[in-house]
């Protein structure tokens, strides 16, 4: 299961303020990810991103893992019992020009296993293998495993409430018609709370963003983005290479009131219509549990058999 690594992304931002332009090649390390039962490529519906871990023997291989939502591969995506998806199709730029659509089965078990998921069933993180060879001349970037954030990078970069953030994924208002177009949108940490907050009916690890996000954003890289004042007190004008915050879940609803016509004579007490806003606070699942899926016993095993 040896994977080849086409390119590797590491972001330095050299900056005086927290307004650093984002570099272009951000939006190559996200493909957009298309699902549906009868295994067609009808449905855009999430977002996905590779990271790569590479081979300690030879040089320029590396393991390759498509990254996503575990909601997003799940037929139910409120249920995380429900059967899996039979296979993905992701919507890959070419270097040439335009994109490719390229399917991927999903196997979640037996000697040609490809998709993980973490211990933790509340962990809202799928890894699926992925052979960038299969990929025929895509333009696409995969970041470096080193570039998930660490508890040693919260505390060394001093990422805090307040710290810059933004992620990079799918706007279902305009995907492209002759190539896809990822939206970045930008966002500070809003909490890092010590209990489980509940999303989707279940209680789950994670960081509050203050971000809009919304559909199809599910399984898009969040960066942490420290700038030169993110220490009170000191100045650096080289800047920290950017992390992995983690991934995108989803946006807290709000529930408002929808008005009635004057015109409409209520006869009983039906319940009160209302609609779902967006609260502008985003769900992150914090990078770490990539990190312990990437390096699970089954993971680890394949890579040690597959130099």
Request: net charge negative.
């Amino acid at each position: 299961m040896r994977r080849y690594l086409l390119g590797i992304l590491f972001i330095v931002f050299y900056t005086t303020g927290f307004c650093a332009v984002v570099p272009n090649d951000i939006t190559k390390t996200v493909v957009f990810i298309y699902k549906d039962a009868s295994g067609s490529q009808t449905q855009a519906d999430g977002t996905g991103f590779i990271v790569s871990i590479p081979s300690p023997i030879v040089p320029d291989r590396s393991w390759c893992y498509l990254i996503t939502a575990k909601h997003v591969v799940h037929t139910n995506s409120n249920d995380f019992n429900s059967p899996l998806y039979p296979s993905l199709w992701i919507r890959v730029n070419k270097k040439s020009g335009g994109y490719g659509m390229y399917k991927i089965d999903i196997i979640p078990s037996g000697k040609l296993r490809d998709i993980y998921f973490h211990s933790d069933i509340s962990v809202d993180i799928a890894v699926i293998s992925i052979n960038l060879d299969g990929i025929d001349n895509g333009d696409i970037l995969a970041l470096p495993e080193q570039m998930l954030t660490s508890a040693d990078d919260m505390k060394n970069l001093n990422i805090g409430i307040g710290t810059d953030m933004f992620f990079t994924g799918m706007f279902t208002g305009f995907i492209g018609e002759k190539k896809s177009y990822p939206i970045v949108r930008f966002g500070k940490l809003a909490m890092i709370p010590d209990e489980n907050i509940t999303f989707a009916g279940m209680p789950a690890e994670g960081y509050l963003m203050e971000a809009f996000a919304f559909g199809g954003n599910s399984g898009s890289p969040v960066f942490f983005y420290p700038s030169a004042d993110n220490t009170p007190g000191s100045f650096n004008l080289s800047g920290p290479i950017v992390k992995i915050a983690g991934l995108m879940r989803g946006f807290f609803g709000d529930a408002e009131q929808i008005q009635l016509l004057q015109t409409q004579i209520a006869t009983s007490k039906p319940p009160i219509p209302v609609s779902l806003g967006n609260t502008g606070i985003a769900f992150v699942v914090p990078a770490k549990f990539i990190s312990e899926i990437l390096h699970s016993p089954d993971l680890n095993y394949i890579r040690q058999i597959n130099h």
